[in-house]
């Protein structure tokens, strides 16, 4: 009898171990996923406005890419933006970066649970001909 209350309690502490690590890899995966798609919507607003650059001032493009990075929480300002405008190749590249720092687990392992990603999305658009 002894050996089957042994067997039934390893089994138990199995499928917590189980339950623990899939819950991590659960809030690691919400937690990176959120911050990879606020960076594919900033990439695409950054292609969108490259796309239209040749009807939009470069203040113009600016200031919305701006108001966008606002609206996704993300640390860009004006000065974060670089417009490039070609006239001789006839194409228009925007870039920016920006770094972001996750606390997994809300910091309870100190610096093992923070991690930093770099951002750094980038569109080169050719514009037509006049």
Known sequence: MRILDDEAGIGSLKLWIILVLLG????????????????ERMKDTINTKATVGQVL???????????????????????????????????????????????YFGGLCGDLCIQEYHFAPEAEEVLSSK
């Open 24 to 39: 991590a890899g659960i809030h690691v995966g919400v937690k990176y996923a959120s911050v990879q798609l606020d960076f």
């Open 57 to 103: 001032k470069d203040e113009e493009i600016r200031a919305e890419l701006v108001q966008r990075a606002k609206e996704l929480d993300l640390p860009l300002t004006g000065e974060n933006f670089l417009i490039i405008r070609d006239e001789v190749a006839r194409k228009m590249i925007i870039k920016t970066a920006w770094d972001v720092e996750l606390h």
